[in-house]
């Protein structure tokens, strides 16, 4: 899709299941089924696709995807994953490789979202995917990645820290990154969790990251019983819906299995909708 001169792509960053009740949180599966499927084992599907776009000659990715080789095969079955990362072919179709990236924002530093920013080389060991970018995240994610807590130690693994570590560029509040492209720290489904503003032409598209992971989240008390601070998500969801719900700004996704984008008007009603493709 389009942003003004800006052209996004979703890249396939994987294929995975989320366990509907952690996914929802404390909202009664009598409701949120009824807004996104759910199997007989009680999961939704779910990706971790990456946006990739070129601003001002610079090559930029939000978030990483789940990689490839990455996950232990407990892992794999724990989250059903279907499918691993393709980031790297499908930059290729669009004649970029991973060196030439100069950004990924991220929007928080969980294992579906980091992982992909490794790989394993020939020899086995972990290795930079993407060698020359800069990777933006809030300080606060940074230092909990390095020193996890007792919950956190879960999403933050030290080897998907390690490799990248001389990468790392924070920013606290907000950050222009690149003229149009500012990411603003929110909290909520991690301490250190942000989000994307992309402007470009006077049209807007906003990436919430894990605050609305998926559609059906569009209430602001619909949080995840992943988020560690659930009414810091649920205030940040207040504050930039009532901002954003114009029908003109573009909500994008990362993990959501029917929609790339969607606007919503002030009734919290989507106006307009980009179809899940995976066109690659």
Known sequence: MKIGEIEIHWLRGGKLAFDGGAMFGVVPKALWEKKYP????????????????????????????????????????????????????????????????????????????VTGLTGVSGDGTLVSVFPNAKIITSLTEWEEMRAPNIRSKATYWSENWQKISH?????????????????????????????????????????????????????????????????????????????WMDEKTWFLFYHDAFYEAIQLNGAGEITNKVEKKRSF
């Open 167 to 243: 990468q790392i560029h924070t920013y606290s509040g907000e950050m222009e990154v690149l003229p149009g492209v500012t990411m603003h720290h929110t909290g909520g489904h991690s301490a250190g969790h942000g989000i994307v503003q992309i402007t470009s032409k006077e049209m807007r598209a906003v990436h919430l990251g894990d605050i609305f992971p998926t559609h059906a989240h569009l209430n602001p008390l619909w949080v995840t019983a992943y988020d560690d601070y659930p009414m810091d998500s649920i205030y940040a969801k207040e504050k930039w819906f009532a901002k």
């Open 38 to 113: 759910v199997n007989e084992a009680n999961q939704i599907a779910a990706y971790a696709d990456p946006m990739y776009f070129e601003v001002g000659g610079k090559h930029v990715l939000i978030d990483a995807g789940i990689g490839m080789n990455r996950l232990t095969e407990k892992q794999k079955r724990n989250f059903s994953v279907e499918e691993e990362s393709f980031i790297i072919q499908d930059l290729a179709r669009l004649g970029v490789t991973p060196e030439e990236i100069d950004f990924v924002l991220m929007t928080h530093l969980h294992f579906d979202h």
